[in-house]
């Protein structure tokens, strides 16, 4: 059986915890500042 979006999505949700999601939206942040800074 192939896993699918969801499967994963639930495997992950079980693993990762609210830290995961807060460091992703820190580094997506970091990523977002670099690259405005790259325009001026």
Do not use: C, F, Y
């Not at 820190?26 to 001026?40: C, D, P, W, Y």
């Amino acid at each position: 059986k192939k896993s699918s979006a969801k499967d994963l999505w639930s495997a992950g949700k079980s693993v990762e915890t609210v830290d995961g999601i807060e460091s992703a939206t820190v580094i997506m942040r970091r990523l977002g500042q670099s690259l405005e800074a790259n325009h001026e």
